[in-house]
Nanobody
Framework: QVQLVESGGGLVQPGGSLRLSCVASGSIFSVIYMGWYRQAPGKEREQVAGITSGGTTNYADSVKGRFTISRDNAKNTVYLQMNSLKPEDTAVYYC???????????????WGQGTQVTVSS
């Protein structure tokens, strides 16, 4: 059983910063990919940023230059540093990970429960 637990969401004023964290725990053989998605009310879930085990990153155009994704492979943890936040960044942020639970299993896609980020004055 693999679990993803996010933390770090909250209320912040426009222009402020937040740092999200996501820890993967349980039966883990290898963590192939970790990333962040978000879903605003009435909108579809969209990818925000992702990072491979080798450190290759990708970002949505809307967050490039403002958000930074990083990971600690030893701790199976991914971070999302969010700077210069805008009201349109308001959403529930979900952690996503592609993990092989054991050497005998293929890779599976896992999701966290989500953490609310609200950018408002």
């Amino acid at each position: 059983q693999v679990q993803l637990v996010e933390s770090g969401g909250g209320l912040v004023q426009p222009g402020g910063s937040l740092r999200l964290s996501c820890v993967a725990s349980g039966s883990i053989f290898s963590v192939i990919y970790m990333g962040w998605y978000r879903q605003a009310p009435g909108k579809e879930r969209e990818q925000v940023a992702g990072i491979t085990s080798g450190g290759t990153t990708n970002y949505a155009d809307s967050v490039k230059g403002r958000f930074t994704i990083s990971r600690d492979n030893a701790k199976n943890t991914v971070y999302l540093q969010m700077n210069s936040l805008k009201p349109e960044d308001t959403a529930v942020y979900y952690c996503n990970a592609v993990i092989r639970p054991t050497a005998a299993h293929p890779r599976y896609n896992y999701w966290g429960q989500g953490t609310q980020v609200t950018v408002s004055s």
